[in-house]
């Protein structure tokens, strides 16, 4: 299961139509990551069984190394709820399991047990599924030869319309207990440990992409060399700039080349006061995901604040700052974890919005007034 890279054209015909232009795109101009990619097979190689997650803020790549991966091994099986409609029980169980029949079950044509299988799934109860994928899991797993490995990779998995199955399941059904050789890798944004949905009686392991700023500069870097190979104090720029994003580098790289030869060096203020229409986009889904149904007073205290704020800040100094308990505070910032840096300053945990271009969109909005 070792990564190696692609040939070109990337072939997508493995997987479902839905998802098929999809990984085209996210694994265009792929660059680098090979310290996840190694991370993963270690993973696979030292347990016979397990969950695998890829941790990391919005645009920070999760779709994309999750796209390279599943293309790089097409008998996996892929699903990425942050897609348009794909984001119920319902729509999961009625995907991967469909792959699993046709991509490990249908091998030797379509028998009776097919046949009951796939009128099982038909019948299935949107809010029984837990059964019926275990049960297909574990007939795989009984017939995998020992070199095999079975790879299931759900992305944006935080992106479940939780309605859309009773509370005390796991997302999306998945299994509590795996069989050998069976493993997911999933890709979402920060969570908090209480809150993540997942109850597991398997090995685990959680690589959080914002542990590694070093290998993330230099795959960001590479990405912008493919765009501005000439102008290698502009990429060192927007290797700053982009603080590792490569949503925010994806949509502001075409922007720039489009113009005349960029050899000149574009400030901070040039390159964030027009922001692409798709990052614009994006953002704009970031802010209707943070304020649900409203912010409560203190949320736009604390919110407004933070796009004040360049540098991170404590629980206790906003509280003091705002004048508001420390209690509510914290449960404001709990609530846009998704959103925040979190890191150690002085001894204490500080807050920042993820990336300063969304912080400087939202200053520019009318929305917090």
Same mark, same amino acid.
């Given at each position: 299961?070792?990564?190696s890279?692609?040939a070109?054209?990337?072939? +997508? ?5 839905? =998802?098929?232009?999809? @990984?085209?795109?996210? +694994?265009?101009? =792929? ?11 270690d ?6 069984? &397990? ?27 892929? #699903?990425?709820?942050g897609?348009e409609g ?5 729509? =999961? ?5 469909? !792959? ?5 079950? %249908?091998g ?17 109860d ?5 059964w =019926? ?20 990779a759900?992305? +944006? ?5 939780r ?5 005390? +399941?796991?997302?999306? #059904?998945l ?21 993540? &949905? ?6 685990? !392991? ?11 500069? *230099? ?6 060399? !493919?765009?501005l ?24 790289l075409p ?11 574009? &400030?901070?203020?040039?390159l964030?006061?027009? %922001?692409p229409?798709g ?20 949320e736009?205290?604390?919110?407004n604040?933070?796009? *004040?704020?360049?540098a ?15 209690? *509510?505070v ?12 979190k !890191? ?9 919005? #993820? ?12 929305? @917090?007034?």
């Open positions: 299961m070792n990564f890279p692609l070109t054209p990337i072939s +997508t015909a493995a997987y479902p139509r839905e =998802f098929q232009q999809l @990984l085209r795109e996210k +694994t265009e101009n =792929f660059v680098g990551r090979k310290f996840v990619f190694s991370a993963i097979s993973f696979l190689a030292s347990y016979s069984r &397990g969950y695998f997650t890829i941790v990391g803020t919005p645009g920070c790549g999760k779709s994309s190394i999750l796209a390279q991966y599943v293309t790089a091994h097409p008998r996996s099986i892929y #699903y990425n709820a897609v794909k984001n119920r029980s319902h729509d =999961f169980l009625a995907s991967v399991c469909t !792959q699993l029949i046709d991509k490990y079950l %249908l030797n044509g379509e028998t009776a047990e097919i046949v009951k299988l796939k009128t099982q799934l038909q019948n299935l949107s809010n029984d599924g837990n =019926f994928l275990s049960l297909l899991l574990q007939k795989i797993s009984d017939r995998l030869d020992p070199q095999q490995r079975l790879v299931i759900i992305d +944006t998995v935080d992106a479940i319309a309605t859309s199955q009773p509370p005390s +399941t796991n997302l999306f #059904y299994p509590r207990y795996l069989g050998d050789r069976t493993y997911f890798i999933l890709a979402r944004r920060p969570f908090l440990r209480e809150k993540s &949905g997942l109850l597991i009686e398997a090995p685990s !392991q959680t690589l959080d992409l914002r542990d590694y700023p070093a290998q993330n500069r *230099e795959d960001a870097l590479n990405y912008i060399q !493919q765009y190979s000439n102008a290698p104090e502009l990429c060192q720029q927007l290797a700053t700039l982009g603080e590792n994003n490569f949503m925010y580098l994806s949509q502001m922007a720039i080349t489009e113009n005349s030869q960029p050899d000149a060096n574009l &400030g901070e203020s040039s964030l006061s027009e %922001l229409p990052l614009a986009a994006y953002y704009q889904n970031h802010w209707l995901r943070m304020k649900g149904d409203g912010l409560s007073a203190v736009l205290s604390v919110l604040l933070l796009v *004040e704020s360049t991170g800040l404590s629980v206790s100094a906003i509280s003091e700052i705002i004048d508001e308990d420390e209690y *509510e914290e449960k404001a910032l709990d609530n846009w974890i998704e959103f925040l840096n !890191q150690e300053i002085g001894g204490e945990i500080c807050y920042s919005l #993820y990336h300063a271009s969304f912080r400087e969109w939202l200053g520019k909005q009318s929305i @917090l007034e």
